[in-house]
């Protein structure tokens, strides 16, 4: 069983299980559509066996000569492993390369078509944190004052300008609570009363929004000089000397002016539905509450029905001439390693 999951309290697993369906890629054009036989039914009616429909009937870019280039470029790849690339050609059938390519590379590393000038273009990937939220507290900030809240906030303010993260307040997941609270108001003509309502009013208009609108705003201090007021502050306790020591390692990732968010990935097979973007999955919260909860089992049920992306630390175009094997970027490798660590620090010190 697949799940998803938050880098949260103890990285727990969400309760609410879901198998998530391989799907295909986003932005990219469906590269192999087959319909698949219709068996005959009960009552003997609708017999009829359709031909395999292939994108190279209708696509010009999915010609032979695209084929082949492609199948030299799998078999070269396989090579590269040690593997032996035996496949019948079927200059029409492009997802068999993909297929058979697949079956013999390492299990974290996969292939996919991508197009490049008007060409169909082979590259294996590796999907990294598979099913995991990204979700980082700020609720700290809150529970701090002086000299450290204001590193606090502006570390924040850091991380979620340099690596372009979607605020929070303005995902669609706020917008869906927003109008379910101002519906209930003009409804009732009342204020909520329950508990969901008023915590989500309290990140509409009340203290969880200012902090998080807050953190929104544009950075005072670049890395640098956040280094520098980090390094000359004096932790007041053993939790505030851990919590600098995370962002130390995180000012560093950020110094290298990567975006996590440039190294993402779809799953493969065709869906008609988009996969949860990657910055849904990736993003700074308010706390391990009733918003965060209805969050989870949100992408829970959306990866259900559609997939979700996912960082790859490779990311490497593979042709006849490619020659060696494929490294990946340690940034990101470092980044995931990095926010896991950071989050358990905020959540319990």
Same mark, same amino acid.
């Given at each position: 069983m697949r799940t998803t999951t938050i880098i949260a309290p103890k990285n727990r697993t969400h309760s609410k299980q879901r198998r998530v369906a391989q799907r295909h890629p986003v932005g990219d054009t469906q590269l192999q559509k087959e319909i698949t036989e219709v068996g005959k039914p009960v009552n003997g009616f609708l017999t009829t066996v359709f031909k395999p429909f292939y994108e190279a009937d209708v696509n010009p870019m999915f010609q032979p000569d695209s084929y082949h280039y492609l199948y030299d470029s799998a078999k070269n790849c396989a090579g590269l492993f040690g593997e032996n690339f035996v496949l019948d050609p079927e200059p029409r059938n492009f997802e068999a390369i993909c297929d058979k390519l697949n079956s013999l590379l390492p299990n974290d590393l996969e292939v996919r078509l991508?197009?490049?000038?008007?060409?169909?273009?082979? !590259?294996?990937?590796?999907?990294?944190?598979?099913?995991?939220?990204?979700?980082?507290?700020?609720?700290?900030?809150?529970?701090?004052?002086?000299?450290?809240?204001?590193?606090?906030?502006?570390?924040?303010?850091?991380?979620?300008?340099?690596?372009? #993260?979607?605020?929070?307040?303005?995902?669609?997941?706020?917008?869906?609570?927003? %109008?379910?609270?101002?519906?209930?108001?003009?409804?009732?003509?009342?204020?909520?009363?329950?508990?969901?309502?008023?915590?989500? !009013?309290?990140?509409?208009?009340?203290?969880?929004?200012?902090?998080?609108?807050?953190?929104?705003?544009?950075? %005072?201090?670049?890395?640098?000089?956040?280094?520098?007021?980090?390094?000359?502050?004096?932790?007041?306790?053993?939790? %505030?000397?851990?919590?600098?020591?995370? #962002?130390?390692?995180?000012? !560093?990732?950020?110094?290298?002016?990567?975006?996590?968010?440039?190294?993402?990935?779809?799953?493969?097979?065709?869906?008609?539905?988009?996969?949860?973007?990657?910055?849904?999955?990736?993003?700074?919260?308010?706390?391990?509450?009733?918003?965060?909860?209805?969050?989870?089992?949100? #992408?829970?049920?959306?990866?259900?029905?559609?997939?979700?992306?996912?960082?790859?630390?490779?990311n490497r175009t593979v042709t006849p001439r490619t020659k060696g094997l494929f490294k990946p970027d340690k940034f990101v490798i470092e980044f995931l390693e990095w926010i896991n660590d950071f989050s358990y620090v905020l959540y319990n010190g």
């Open positions: 991508f197009e490049k000038n008007n060409k169909i273009r082979l !590259k294996i990937i590796d999907n990294l944190a598979d099913n995991l939220l990204y979700y980082i507290p700020c609720k700290i900030i809150d529970e701090t004052q002086g000299v450290f809240r204001n590193i606090l906030i502006e570390f924040f303010r850091l991380l979620q300008d340099k690596q372009r #993260m979607t605020p929070l307040l303005e995902s669609q997941h706020f917008e869906m609570w927003k %109008e379910e609270v101002e519906s209930y108001c003009e409804n009732t003509g009342e204020e909520p009363e329950d508990i969901w309502m008023e915590l989500v !009013k309290r990140y509409i208009e009340g203290d969880i929004s200012q902090t998080l609108n807050l953190v929104d705003q544009k950075p %005072e201090f670049d890395v640098y000089s956040l280094r520098a007021l980090i390094d000359h502050y004096k932790p007041a306790s053993a939790k %505030e000397k851990k919590i600098l020591s995370g #962002m130390r390692k995180g000012l !560093k990732l950020l110094r290298t002016g990567k975006v996590l968010l440039h190294y993402t990935n779809a799953p493969r097979h065709h869906s008609d539905e988009y996969p949860v973007d990657a910055d849904e999955t990736f993003m700074i919260i308010y706390d391990d509450d009733l918003i965060l909860e209805n969050l989870i089992e949100y #992408m829970n049920n959306y990866a259900y029905e559609s997939g979700y992306e996912f960082f790859s630390s490779v």
